[in-house]
């Protein structure tokens, strides 16, 4: 089983509608969860962290994270077609490794 | 101004070449990491250093050397490159070892043929 998994999409939707982002994890140490997001040809930036369960919002982003179910959402409101990227789940334990999913891929249209 | 940079950002050569990927950080980060990008999309951790310490060593032909001549810099030599070898290979740092915000480079993009 693979530490990380999420479904490579691509996804596509409208421009302005709702999205959801989702991702599963397998180790129980994993305790701190970041959305990198990465655009074609670029290397990944931070998009957003947590450490807790629960939700966590920045602007028009929120992200859940339900460690009893090992599962990890990141939702974006009023999409854009600048959010047309990979968007990345990644679990950290304890010690400095970054876990990386494949990622889902979005594409906004306008 | 780049604070992440990596040179070359595309290197095409043949099997069996020895070349090398450079990095730099001008961010005052204390800890540098090299990624590998495959085909499939996943980043894959080869390195890890912190000041000039190699903290990381995953399970990578001992073709690949990384060496950090200073904390802010860490390049990559890759000996009798081989087609498996072709894939966007990453640069980051980080503020420490213990943090999870990771600033990355552009990447390299190599295709051995």
């Known amino acids: 089983q693979k530490e990380v998994e999420q479904d490579p999409g691509p996804l596509s939707v409208p421009e302005g509608a709702i999205v959801s982002l989702n991702c599963t994890y397998s180790?129980?140490?994993?305790?701190?969860f970041m959305w990198y997001r990465q655009y074609s040809r670029k290397g990944p930036e931070l998009l957003m962290y947590t450490y807790s369960s629960g939700n966590k919002e920045d602007g028009r982003f929120t992200a859940q994270v339900d460690k009893s179910s090992k599962y990890i959402s990141l939702f974006i409101r009023d999409s854009q077609p600048s959010d047309s990227a990979t968007y990345l789940c990644v679990p950290k334990g304890f010690g400095n490794k970054l876990v990386f999913g494949a990622g889902t891929i979005l594409r906004v249209k306008s | 101004d780049t604070a992440v940079s990596q040179t070359p950002k595309y290197l095409v050569t043949q099997m069996g070449n020895d070349k090398s990927i450079k990095c730099e950080q001008n961010l005052g980060h204390d800890t540098m990491y090299w990624y590998k990008q495959d085909s499939k999309k996943f980043l894959k951790i080869m390195f890890s250093y912190n000041n000039k310490e190699l903290i990381i060593n995953e399970t990578v032909p001992n073709r690949f050397s990384p060496k950090s001549p200073d904390k802010a810099h860490l390049n990559l030599h890759i000996n009798s490159l081989e087609l498996g070898d072709s894939a966007v290979y990453f640069c980051a740092s980080s503020h420490n070892d213990r943090e999870y915000g990771y600033t990355f480079g552009s990447g390299t993009r190599l295709t051995v043929v």
């Open positions: 180790n129980s140490a994993f305790q701190y």
